[in-house]
């Protein structure tokens, strides 16, 4: 079972999603989320990733991460009922391993629907789940508290998102644009900000 692999990075391949990387004379494709593929160094460059190595009846996949908490957000989902890599892979990839256990402790159905495929049927059903595959404090303050670190204050995101989804904005919409604002900053700039990127559209 292969947990991580350290090697030349190849390609990376953003239209198909993964990365090729050489280790010991054989080349690895990794299945990784957008933001992961972006964050990789260039090609030619010496890269490491964390892998899960999944394995299912005759297919055999590697997905690969840059945090091993993103890699373990990952395995959690995956034990999740009805949750395939795909899937699992298209929320870490909108939703930091933070982020998403803010949603699970909050109950945050919205931000799940973020992820294109996720209903409010399928959400609902992952938040009860994922409550106790995530590393969750026993409340929800401590929770909130653990994630908000030293500031006090959980992701701007969070706000960011609740101020355009009742502005009428669709999901698929505000998950775009999202990814392209930074972690932190002040919450009516960033809205701003995605307004003018909405409007830009």
């Known amino acids: 079972m292969i947990g991580s692999l350290r090697g030349t990075l190849l390609d990376r391949d953003p239209a198909a999603g993964e990365a090729l990387v050489e280790a010991g004379g054989v080349g690895y494709r990794i299945q990784m989320t957008a933001t992961g593929l972006v964050s990789l160094p260039d090609v030619g460059d010496v890269v490491f990733v964390h892998v899960h190595h999944h394995i299912r009846e005759a297919d055999q996949q590697l997905f690969g991460f840059l945090s091993i908490d993103e890699r373990k957000a990952f395995e959690a989902l995956l034990s999740a009922h009805g949750v395939g890599p795909a899937l699992a892979l298209a929320i870490v990839g909108i939703h930091l391993p933070n ?5 699970v402790a909050t109950d945050d159905v919205d931000a799940l629907c973020l992820v294109p495929g996720v209903g ?8 009860i789940e994922l409550k ?7 409340n929800v303050e401590a929770t909130v508290a653990s994630i908000a670190g030293d500031s006090g204050v959980p992701s701007v995101k969070v706000d960011v998102r609740e101020a355009l989804v009742g502005l009428g904005y669709s999901g698929d919409e505000i998950r775009v644009v999202l990814a392209e604002l930074p972690e932190a900053g002040d919450v009516g700039v960033l809205v701003r900000e995605a307004l003018q990127r909405l409007g830009s559209w």
Do not use: V
């Open 132 to 138: 106790n595959k995530l590393d969750l404090p026993e």
């Open 120 to 127: 409010k049927k399928t959400a609902a059903r992952l938040l």
């Open 99 to 103: 982020d998403l256990r803010l949603a």
